[in-house]
């Protein structure tokens, strides 16, 4: 069993700074892609940012140059700094990781959500 957990979501004023983490746990062999999405009330859930396995990066256009994606390979755990928060970032965000079960297959997982509201 493979499970997603993320933490770091709340409340922050506009132009305010959050951090995300989602940290993997349970059997596999390894990681590939991590990323982090979210979806707005009534909107369709979106990508935010990617990271793969090699430390590529990729950003929603909506997002670059205020949010970072990283990972720490060592604890299986993917970050998201975010500054210059805008109302319109307010969501929720949800880790999604590629993983290697023991098996070698890829399965793709979720973590359970966490909000992030941007308001004054």
């Known amino acids: 069993q493979v499970q997603l957990v993320e933490s770091g979501g709340g409340l922050v004023q506009p132009g305010g700074s959050l951090g995300l983490s989602c940290a993997a746990s349970?059997?596999?062999?390894?990681?590939?892609?991590m990323g982090w999405y979210r979806q707005a009330p009534g909107k369709q859930r979106e990508l935010v940012a990617k990271?793969?396995?090699?430390?590529?990066?990729n950003y929603a256009d909506s997002v670059k140059g205020r949010f970072t994606i990283s990972r720490d390979y060592a604890k299986n755990t993917v970050y998201l700094q975010m500054n210059s928060l805008k109302p319109e970032d307010t969501g929720v965000y949800y880790c999604?990781?590629?993983?290697?079960?023991?098996?070698?297959?890829?399965?793709?997982?979720w973590g359970q959500g966490t909000q992030v509201t941007v308001s004054s």
């Open positions: 990271i793969t396995r090699g430390g590529n990066t």
């Open positions: 999604n990781a590629d993983v290697l079960r023991r098996s070698l297959t890829q399965y793709n997982y």
């Open positions: 349970g059997s596999f062999f390894g990681i590939n892609d």
